[in-house]
Nanobody
Framework: QVQLVESGGGLVRAGGSLRLSCAAS????????MGWHRQAPGKQRELVGT???????NYADSVKGRFTISRDGAKNTVYLLMNSLKPEDTAAYYC???????????WGQGTQVSVSS
């Protein structure tokens, strides 16, 4: 079982920055990729970006050039650095983990990011 705990959300003005963290525990050796997703009120959850065990990253077009995902293996933590934030980035942000040999995706509890104009 993989447990994920996000932190770092908050209120920021447009143009500002925030860094989210996702601490993973349990079943770490089975994790093949981790991701960040977000869900705004009244909208479906969408993928923000992913990072693999080999540190390969992929981003949604809407955040390319502004958001960066990184991983600290020693701390079992994945980060989402968000720069040049826009009001439309306002959402609950969720961390996910995909594991080997299983279709199951693990989720964190989410952390709220609010960007004021």
């Amino acid at each position: 079982q993989v447990q994920l705990v996000e932190s770092g959300g908050g209120l920021v003005r447009a143009g500002g920055s925030l860094r989210l963290s996702c601490a993973a525990s349990g079943g770490l050796f089975s994790i093949k990729a981790m991701g960040w997703h977000r869900q705004a009120p009244g909208k479906q959850r969408e993928l923000v970006g992913t990072i693999t065990r080999d540190d390969l990253t992929n981003y949604a077009d809407s955040v390319k050039g502004r958001f960066t995902i990184s991983r600290d293996g020693a701390k079992n933590t994945v980060y989402l650095l968000m720069n040049s934030l826009k009001p439309e980035d306002t959402a609950a942000y969720y961390c996910s983990a995909d594991v080997m040999n299983s279709p199951r995706r693990y989720w964190g509890q989410g952390t709220q990011v609010s960007v004021s104009s």
